[in-house]
């Protein structure tokens, strides 16, 4: 049996290459070929049943995995978040804490320029004071000097005690006399 092949003509397209094959081989192998295209479907659902199942497992471990590491990182975030608003609320005390020592920090500088104010002031009374300290020294001077005058003059007069010796002795004195 020999094959020919036919040529394409021009008015008439033909699907496919065909060959000069007898109708009753040609009807064998379509029902060849439907059954080896059944047998091939049969195979490529079992198969792809299998592959979807096997699949299936796989994505399902790799769900499970991913759920896992999701939770990690959201327990992470969590944290995150929780040391984040701590930080929050610390750096809100510490505004707070700056706020007030700004305050304080302005007072204590008017503070200071009164201070300097007044220390302009005590040293002019100091040295107004050294002044009448000098004045005081003098004068105590001149008081010691007159003190040991009255003391010498109070040496040369008589004390009570011999006054009144004396008084008596006078006393007789003129008594006798």
Do not use: C, W
Not at 46 to 52: F, H, K, L, P, S
Not at 102 to 122: H, Y
Request: no cysteine; glycine share 4%.
């Amino acid at each position: 049996m020999t094959v020919s092949m036919v040529q394409k003509s021009d008015k008439k397209k033909e699907s496919k290459d065909t060959f000069n094959i007898p109708a009753d081989i040609r009807r064998y192998i379509a029902i060849v070929r439907k059954e080896g295209n059944e047998d091939i479907k049969r195979h490529t659902d079992r198969v792809r049943a299998e592959a979807n199942e096997d699949l299936t497992r796989y994505m399902g471990a790799l769900m499970e995995e991913n759920r896992e590491q999701i939770k990690g990182i959201s327990e992470r975030f969590v944290d995150f978040d929780r040391t984040l608003n701590s930080h929050t609320e610390m750096i809100g005390d510490i505004a707070e804490d700056v706020a007030v020592l700004r305050v304080d920090v302005a007072v204590l500088k008017e503070d200071v320029v009164v201070l300097k104010d007044d220390m302009v002031i005590v040293k002019k009374d100091i040295s107004i004071m050294k002044e009448d300290i000098s004045v005081l020294k003098d004068d105590m001077v001149i008081v010691k000097k007159d003190i040991s005058e009255i003391k010498g003059d109070l040496k040369q007069k008589v004390d009570r005690g011999e006054f009144v010796v004396l008084e008596r002795r006078v006393t007789s004195v003129e008594a006798n006399v």
